[in-house]
């Protein structure tokens, strides 16, 4: 495993940005997997700034929710393409994202694991990581070897993106969320983590027993994993060591 420790969040992104544009660089049809929530923006962001090919990319997204309508703002259809598709110039039509509001989602949850496996695997897996130590939405007690399906949201999670809608209650409270089985069948995973928030549980899923009340600790189970950490994230990775990056961000 390899841990890039660098100032803030700014800088996860441009490292994590740089690895993407490498792999992007030497496989220009790549498929890269992309994740929501606020840890991988500042990797949209640099990743937009490389003078990259990125029309043959394609992209599988980790996750969605169950029953919002089409065009909600919040669904990770719209979060993808506005923070990735439209940022990155990508084709709309080489980005997946699972069918939150299909009839039947847990037939949409096999069809999209199947449509990854088709596609012929992920390359590169960007994940972030919930206070619980959720990966997509893998929830405490989810299966190491899940695939992709329906799930509930724990209370936790929907407490914490709550801050992206009216209210809580507006929260949805099941999702289709790629397995940690199948995110460990990516030929990579690279983890943005950012906040001391996160320094816990990030040593907990790192260091910690491999278990389903860690979702993230499935990262120890996959031979090729990156983690790029701000210092905040990193207190309390004294086990492992550690690669310091100072980097220059455009807001340094
Ligand atoms: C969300 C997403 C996850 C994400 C996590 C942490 O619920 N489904 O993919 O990693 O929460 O989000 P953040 O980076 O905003 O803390």
Not at 57 to 77: I, K, M, N, W
Not at 98 to 111: L, S, Y
Not at 157 to 184: E, K
Not at 191 to 203: I, S, T
Request: glycine letters at 8%; a negative charge; aromatic letters at 4%.
């Amino acid at each position: 495993m390899e841990i890039y420790v660098v100032p803030d969040a700014p800088a996860t992104g441009v490292v994590a940005a740089g690895i993407l544009a490498a792999v992007v660089r030497s496989k220009p049809n790549a498929i890269l997997g992309v994740a929501t929530g606020s840890s991988p923006i500042p990797v949209y962001e640099a990743l937009a700034a490389h003078d990259l090919d990125m029309s043959q990319l394609r992209t599988f997204a980790l996750d969605e929710y169950v029953g919002l309508p089409a065009g909600h703002p919040q669904s990770y259809a719209e979060v993808v393409r506005r923070e990735v598709t439209e940022r990155l110039g990508l084709d709309p039509a080489r980005v997946a994202v699972p069918d939150g509001g299909a009839g039947d989602p847990h037939e949409a949850a096999v069809n999209y694991d199947s449509a990854i496996r088709e596609a012929g695997g992920i390359d590169v897996q960007l994940l972030g990581i919930g206070h619980n130590g959720h990966i997509a939405f893998n929830e405490p007690g989810s299966e190491l070897d899940s695939r992709t399906r329906v799930e509930v949201l724990a209370d936790r999670t929907r407490q914490a993106n709550a801050r992206y809608f009216r209210s809580l209650d507006d929260v949805p409270t099941r999702c289709i969320t790629q397995g940690l089985g199948t995110i460990l069948e990516a030929r990579q995973l690279l983890m943005v983590v950012r906040g001391a928030d996160k320094a816990e549980v990030l040593a907990a899923a790192l260091s910690g027993p491999v278990s389903p009340e860690c979702p993230g600790s499935v990262l120890q189970l996959h031979p090729h994993v990156t983690v790029v950490a701000d210092q905040a994230a990193a207190t309390h990775l004294d086990a492992f060591r550690q690669v310091t990056l100072q980097v220059a961000t455009p807001s340094a």
